[in-house]
């Protein structure tokens, strides 16, 4: 599976970013795509993740209102709107595929039931 991650940079506080993840290589009709994010010292959190199959979403409740994810399903690319970003939004993004994902909301709680990952884009809030 390969990735192509963009989007990441320097930003201060109150200032957007706009992430990109194009996912190719894989087989399935019925996916997920998420968003996770690692800051120093601390551990892998689900950020966001939109499903293939009826383009649902599910947003971790600490971006809910600031971040938008979405699809575009001819280039196989999903963004990640980051609006009123803070300090603390500061880490590594990564973007990652669950290869089967056919029920309920894709998840954000287990990163392992998710099966392949990206190589990660750097965001940094600060002043």
């Known amino acids: 599976v390969q990735f192509v991650e963009s989007g990441g940079g320097l930003v201060q506080p109150g200032g957007s970013l706009r992430l990109s993840c194009a996912a190719s290589?894989?087989?399935?009709?019925?996916?997920?795509i998420g968003w996770f994010r690692q800051a120093p010292g601390k551990g892998r959190e689900g950020v966001s993740c939109?499903?293939?199959?009826?383009?649902?979403?599910n947003d971790a409740d600490s971006v809910k209102g600031r971040f938008t994810i979405s699809r575009d399903n001819a280039k196989n690319t999903v963004y990640l709107q980051m609006d009123s970003l803070k300090p603390e939004d500061t880490a590594v993004y990564y973007c990652?595929?669950?290869?089967?994902?056919?029920?309920?909301?894709?998840?954000?709680?287990?990163?392992?039931?998710?099966?392949?990952w990206g190589q990660g884009t750097q965001v940094t809030v600060s002043s």
């Open positions: 990652a595929v669950d290869s089967l994902r056919v029920f309920g909301l894709c998840p954000l709680s287990d990163s392992n039931e998710y099966d392949y």
């Open positions: 290589g894989f087989s399935s009709n019925y996916y997920a």
């Open positions: 939109i499903k293939s199959s009826d383009g649902s979403t």
